[in-house]
Every structure is written in structure tokens, then in C-alpha cells.
């Protein structure tokens, strides 16, 4: 998978792996009713679309598609996925501030529709590692949680 990294107006694209066992199953998760695919990852230093992250922050830009399995509509939400980096608790994704084809605060997917879309995180410059995850939750009041890993220490 690609990580673009743009400094200074400069882009630099290197190919990182995520540490996933299952080869078959590559920068993506499958649950019961969709599919997640992280299709590539952009780090943006200092300032995107306008917007200034404080010092020591770098924006994560993560293009992903969803793909409804169901034969339902499936809602989700930005916080939906959420991401760490090396030892940190969790977060969601920042709102909606114009990144071309970010995601709304909200998704819908019809039966069979597949969307690509884009999700911004702001995580920390020295960050080595970022994990993205998906809790599934059942009606028992039990979950399953699903993780993409990714070395960004190129």
C-alpha cells in the first residue's frame, strides 16, 4: 500500500505492509455485513485544506471503500473507525472540513453499494505505528473488534 507524504508542497510515496496474518485479506477486514479496505494513507504536515494542526501534529488522510454485504441499508458514522498511534487510546476522525471526497459525519450504504471515501485524523509527528479499528457490537452486549496495523516509520 502507498503512504504519500507531502512536505512543503512535496510529495514522497513510499510502500508500507500492514501486519495482517491472513494475506488474502490485505489492508482489509471483512464483518458480517461489510467490507473496509484502507486503499492508501497520506500524511500531510502542518497545514490541509486551510487548516493549521498545532505543533508536533501531522494530519492522516486514509482512503478507504466500504462495501455493503447486506441485503439492508447500512448506516455509519466517522467515529465508526477509529485510529491509534503507537501506545495512545483510540479517537475518531476529525469533522468534515473539505478534504476532497472526505466522508460526511454520516454514511449510508444501500444493498451491494460500495463508496470510496476519505477520513482525516490528526496524530502526533513522531508517531511509528497507527492501528485502525472497528468494534462490532451484538445484541448479546458483546463485541468484536477488527485492527489494521501499519508501520509509518519509513
Same mark, same amino acid.
Given at each position: 500500500?502507498?503512504?504519500?507524504? +507531502?512536505?512543503?508542497?512535496?510529495?514522497?510515496?513510499?510502500?508500507?505492509?500492514?501486519?495482517? *496474518?491472513?494475506?488474502?485479506?490485505?489492508?482489509?477486514?471483512?464483518?458480517? +455485513?461489510?467490507?473496509?479496505?484502507?486503499? !492508501?494513507?497520506?500524511?500531510?504536515?502542518?497545514?490541509?485544506?486551510?487548516?493549521?494542526?498545532?505543533?508536533?501534529?501531522?494530519?492522516?488522510?486514509?482512503?478507504? +471503500?466500504?462495501?455493503?454485504?447486506?441485503?439492508?441499508?447500512?448506516?455509519?458514522?466517522?467515529? %465508526?473507525?477509529?485510529?491509534?498511534? %503507537? !501506545?495512545?487510546? *483510540? #479517537?475518531? =476522525?476529525?469533522?468534515?472540513?473539505?478534504? *476532497? #471526497?472526505?466522508?460526511?459525519?454520516?454514511? =449510508?450504504?444501500? *444493498?451491494?453499494? /460500495?463508496?470510496?471515501?476519505?477520513?482525516? #485524523?490528526?496524530?502526533? /509527528?513522531?508517531? !511509528?505505528?497507527?492501528?485502525?479499528?472497528?468494534?462490532?457490537? &451484538?445484541?448479546?452486549? +458483546?463485541? !468484536?473488534? #477488527?485492527?489494521?496495523? &501499519?508501520?509509518?516509520?519509513?
Amino acid at each position: 500500500m502507498d503512504l504519500i507524504k +507531502t512536505t512543503n508542497e512535496k510529495q514522497i510515496i513510499y510502500l508500507i505492509n500492514d501486519h495482517c *496474518p491472513n494475506q488474502a485479506m490485505r489492508n482489509e477486514f471483512q464483518t458480517n +455485513t461489510f467490507t473496509l479496505k484502507i486503499n !492508501k494513507l497520506e500524511i500531510v504536515e502542518k497545514e490541509c485544506c486551510g487548516y493549521v494542526v498545532d505543533e508536533g501534529g501531522i494530519f492522516l488522510i486514509a482512503s478507504i +471503500t466500504l462495501h455493503n454485504l447486506s441485503n439492508e441499508i447500512l448506516s455509519f458514522s466517522k467515529n %465508526d473507525l477509529l485510529i491509534s498511534y %503507537d !501506545k495512545e487510546d *483510540p #479517537y475518531e =476522525a476529525e469533522e468534515y472540513f473539505g478534504v *476532497p #471526497y472526505q466522508f460526511e459525519d454520516e454514511i =449510508a450504504l444501500k *444493498p451491494n453499494e /460500495e463508496v470510496k471515501g476519505k477520513l482525516v #485524523y490528526i496524530i502526533a /509527528e513522531s508517531a !511509528k505505528k497507527v492501528t485502525f479499528r472497528y468494534f462490532e457490537n &451484538y445484541d448479546d452486549d +458483546t463485541e !468484536k473488534q #477488527y485492527k489494521l496495523r &501499519y508501520n509509518l516509520d519509513c
